[in-house]
């Protein structure tokens, strides 16, 4: 089936999404109190990732495949490795959830664009893929400028 590769760089982009949902619960709260006036974007952000997971299954459905909606194994174990690293973060654990985040939106960044270069994604699919990596692109440059900003102060 011709579709096979591409329902699995789709099921792999969908694992990549639910880790950046999952991500973004877990920072939730670290970064806002210092940082308010980013909370409305952060939030549509998340908004805007529940959306593209469900625009990546629609797509798997639509190429007759099975979506894998979970998130990805690499994904869980930093997950986990960011609260052992933060149980013993000692002060600042907005910028220890900051540099998560960053490293999170640019390893998406990343996945997505390999998606799109390999060439294995077709029409609908690479239109949709291509859209959701300007948000994520937009998204990492969101956190960076926040960075960017706390290095300045």
Do not use: C
């Not at 690499?74 to 490293?103: C, M, P, Q, Y």
């Not at 270069?117 to 690479?126: A, E, I, Q, R, Y």
């Amino acid at each position: 089936m011709e579709n096979q590769k591409e329902v699995s760089i789709l099921n792999d982009l969908l694992h990549i999404t639910n880790d950046r949902i999952q991500g973004f619960a877990k920072v939730e709260g670290k970064i806002w109190e210092k940082y308010p006036h980013e909370k409305g974007e952060y939030a549509r952000m998340v908004s805007l990732g529940k959306v593209m997971k469900n625009e990546l299954i629609d797509l798997i459905k639509e190429n007759g495949g099975e979506a894998e909606d979970s998130a990805s194994i690499a994904g869980a174990l930093h997950r986990t490795w960011i609260d052992v690293k933060n149980s013993f973060t000692i002060g600042n654990t907005e910028e220890s959830a900051l540099e998560n985040v960053i490293f999170g939106e640019k390893a998406a960044v990343d996945t997505y664009q390999n998606a799109i270069d390999n060439g294995n994604l077709s029409g609908k699919s690479l239109e949709i893929v291509s859209e959701h990596l300007k948000h994520i692109k937009d998204s990492y440059d969101q956190f960076k400028n926040i960075s960017d900003y706390k290095t300045k102060e």
